[in-house]
């Protein structure tokens, strides 16, 4: 018999890497830069936010299928226990993708067998049905919960979205380093839900077009420039504290150490914007193509300068430019932590690439943060000629679970 | 819905690096220059003709432009604007053998800090180059009569439109709606270069921002169209209301169209967002929700850019030949299809195509406007 180096064997020696090399930053690991690391998955807040950002993302929301909420509860703790294990490396279940009884399908589906972490981790989120449906009836006696800001997005102007792509109540955000990993994670999860939720829609990416760390280089989108420069990055604690993590203020007490998530399905028209001069494509965006540079001056880091102006007193970045809209200084001084994807499903039966970003972004309160600048952006924006908004979801992320709990606890306590 | 005038204007001999199709650069690799607040340096004095790259550095604190400039310090042959401090841009322009003058203009004020500049020849044919500036000139022009021509039509047929709406004769506002928007859809780069003007005239339903005040064409279409259940119909004075300012909004649009002329880069340009028009909202039925009437919108899109192109024609035929001969073409295979579309004086309706109509449809869009994308720099640089 060959030797078998089972996901197990190699955490061994991975996760103790990991865990020598883990920050004490709470709840994640963002200066892990080993590809193959284990993340900690248990923490006052749940990984996945401010860990660096990993390079592929499989994003899956439910329907609950289930009217008991002992049931419901009883999927959390379950997935709660299979994302821990899947997190360090380690298969689903009590035996594993291969060893469990010869004549019983395997309790993990083994794709993931000898492949290392990959910095996988798993977020989970509760979508605004999981607490009133829409005509109000309380489904699990939860609405009395229901997190302050926890309201589905309004329309903004120029959407067309797909309900099919849209909504949901209950989220799963895998990230890793290794695509099939991330894919692993949510088919175990569907896998264990049969009976009590429902996947509702899913979403590969498959490339990371946000840095959440300092120690991470900008990626690129697929309009071909780098994106989210000024995005929070998880050094940045105090940004963290007041942008990222609820005020306990003004939640209940079980969204402590939580946040919102932020999904939005952007699809881009690449193949119009490919068409476009370098110049309109700067002007649209307000920055440099090659460095990322604010188009005032400078280099990828220096701050923009709007009241910087060129030729006939006009200002160098537009006052459309995406740039200037979504910047802090234009949005009451709100920022908002991005973990946003590049995606291609294919093509769009147009004899185009069915491509654009996934947009995550995680905020304290969606209602300052988010909504007023998505609905400048949507309204003005110079790229939303190259721009559809075709999926949509808002969800509650509780904040971590100890080893023993698990994702949720407290809101069925 | 970006305005027409984003295109910031470009001088007719230069263009941005992008958009440079050749990409031979200068002999030697491209002349570095950096521009202090003080000093415009530049590496070398001397090039061949041909295509010149100049990479223009800003070492200064202020805002600075770089202009190659002719033997009489005035003419200029290329020209690169707005670069900020410690930013980086290309200038690519195409030279004849001659004496000229570089520029750097610190703070864009007075006549900038000079030096001469030689190009030697390199026996790279030149005489394409000459002439067309005069084409150019007679083509925005011829292109300017033709805006003027469209609007004028569109005040015209949008009055009969809203005069047969507000007297509820619905059959004949139908059967006008899609006629009428066709001189609009020609010229839309244009008329959406006012940006208070065109939500007011063109928004459609899913555009709207929470809260806000929805007129002009598709909410009266709406009402022509009505969805079968869950609308409620206008009122005759709501009628009234929203036909006046229809009415009053186009006659508005026409009087600051007359003020407009036009660059060579915006025919380009406008011809290309044409086409994208027709890619992005027409060929998937968005624009035309409720009647259904995009294969008019599609058509006159294609007039719009058309003409824009033909207009060009001259210019182009002594820059880049085979453009102008591979445009020309791909017109004409959209046109033999859109023909297959037709009834009557119109087309068929969106939601009578089949999805491999649509798709068709789009693919042959998509083959024009590749090569269509790359007009204004053939004939600009």
């Keep these: ?413 | 819905m970006k305005p027409f005038t984003s295109a910031v204007t470009v001088a007719l001999t230069i263009v941005g690096v992008s958009a440079c199709t050749d990409n031979t650069a200068s002999e030697g690799g491209p002349i570095a220059v950096v521009s202090t607040d003080t000093e415009c340096k530049v590496a070398r004095t001397e090039a061949k003709s041909g295509n010149l790259v100049f990479d223009v550095k800003n070492g200064g604190d202020k805002v600075t432009e770089f202009y190659l400039l002719g033997s009489d310090g005035l003419r200029i042959i290329g020209e690169i604007e707005n670069i900020g401090a410690d930013a980086t841009r290309k200038l690519v322009v195409k030279a004849a053998p001659g004496k000229y003058f570089t520029s750097c203009k610190p703070g864009m004020v007075g006549d900038g800090i000079r030096a001469s500049f030689t190009v030697t020849d390199s026996g790279t044919d030149m005489s394409a180059a000459s002439d067309v500036a005069e084409l150019l000139a007679t083509a925005t022009d011829q292109y300017r009569l033709y805006v003027r021509d469209q609007v004028a039509t569109l005040v015209e047929k949008t009055t009969q439109f809203t005069d047969l709406y507000k007297a509820n004769k619905d059959d004949e506002a139908r059967a006008l709606y899609a006629p009428a928007r066709v001189h609009w859809e020609r010229i839309e780069p244009v008329a959406e270069s006012f940006g208070d003007l065109d939500p007011r005239l063109d928004l459609r339903e899913a555009d709207l921002e929470a809260g806000q005040e929805w007129t002009g064409w598709h909410r009266i279409e709406k009402d022509l169209w009505p969805p079968s259940a869950g609308y409620t119909a206008m009122t005759a004075a709501e009628r009234a209301t929203i036909a006046d300012r229809l009415a009053a909004d186009t006659a508005d649009l026409s009087r600051r169209v007359e003020q407009l002329t036009f660059n060579p880069d915006q025919l380009g340009n406008g011809a290309k967002e044409l086409l994208d028009e027709v890619a992005t909202g027409k060929v998937t039925g968005e624009e035309e929700a409720w009647s259904h009437t995009d294969l008019w919108d599609v058509q006159a899109n294609v007039d719009g850019a058309r003409i824009a192109f033909e207009n060009l024609r001259p210019a182009l035929l002594k820059k880049d030949k085979t453009l102008a001969e591979t445009l020309t073409t791909k017109f004409a295979e959209l046109q033999t299809l859109l023909n297959q579309f037709k009834r009557g004086d119109g087309f068929v309706y969106y939601n009578e195509l089949t999805a491999e109509q649509v798709s068709e449809l789009s693919r042959t869009v998509d083959a024009l406007g590749e090569p269509l994308a790359t007009l204004t720099a053939a004939v600009v640089l």
């Excluded at chain 1, 849209?166 to 994670?185: M, N």
């Design chain 1, 1 to 413: 018999m060959t030797t078998r180096y089972s996901r197990r064997g190699f955490l061994g020696v991975a996760g103790g890497v990991a865990a020598a090399t883990a920050l004490p930053l709470t709840g994640c690991a963002a200066a892990s830069s080993a590809n193959d690391a284990a993340v900690p998955f248990y923490g006052a807040h749940q990984a996945g936010i401010v860990t660096a950002s990993q390079d592929r993302l499989h994003i899956a929301a439910f329907d609950v299928t289930t009217e008991s909420v002992d049931e419901l509860r009883d999927l959390l703790q379950r997935w709660t226990a299979a994302a821990a294990r899947m997190t360090a490396g380690q298969d689903v279940g009590e035996f594993g993708a291969m060893d469990g009884p010869y004549l019983a399908p395997p309790e993990d589906t083994g794709e993931a067998f000898g492949l290392s972490p990959a910095r996988l981790t798993i977020t989970f989120g509760f979508g605004p049905s999981l607490f009133a449906t829409d005509d109000g009836a309380d489904r699990f006696g939860l609405a009395a919960k229901r997190p302050t800001h926890l309201h589905e997005l309004p329309h903004f102007p120029a959407d067309n979205l797909d309900p099919r792509r849209s909504g949901g109540d209950l989220c799963v955000q895998a990230c890793a380093d290794d695509p099939q990993v991330a894919v692993h994670a949510v088919r175990n999860l569907a896998r264990l839900a049969f009976g009590v939720a429902a996947v509702r829609w899913s979403q590969l990416g498959f490339g990371r077009t946000s840095s959440t760390s300092t120690a991470q280089r900008t990626a690129r989108n697929l309009f071909g420039f780098k994106d989210g420069t000024a995005n929070i990055k998880a050094e940045e604690r105090d940004a963290v504290d007041r942008f990222v993590w609820v005020n306990p203020a003004n939640e209940p007490a079980w969204m402590s150490g939580g946040t919102y998530m932020v999904a939005r399905r952007i699809n881009m028209h690449i193949e119009t914007w490919d068409r476009t001069s370098l110049k309109e494509q700067e002007i649209d965006i307000g920055r440099d193509k090659r460095e990322g540079a604010p188009l005032s001056g400078g280099k990828e880091f220096t701050e923009a300068d709007f009241s910087v102006t060129g030729r006939d007193d006009k200002p160098l970045i537009d006052r459309r430019a995406h740039v200037f809209l979504a910047h802090p200084a234009n949005n009451g001084g709100a920022r908002i932590l991005r973990r946003g994807y590049n995606f291609t499903d294919g093509s769009n039966g147009l004899g185009r690439l069915d491509a654009g970003l996934f947009f995550i972004a995680f905020v304290a309160d969606p209602l300052t943060q988010y909504i007023p600048m998505q609905t400048k952006l949507s309204r003005d924006d110079l790229l939303m000629e190259y721009l559809q908004h075709t999926g949509s979801a808002l969800f509650a992320v509780p904040g971590g679970a100890t080893d023993g709990g698990f994702i949720g606890l407290t809101l069925f306590d």
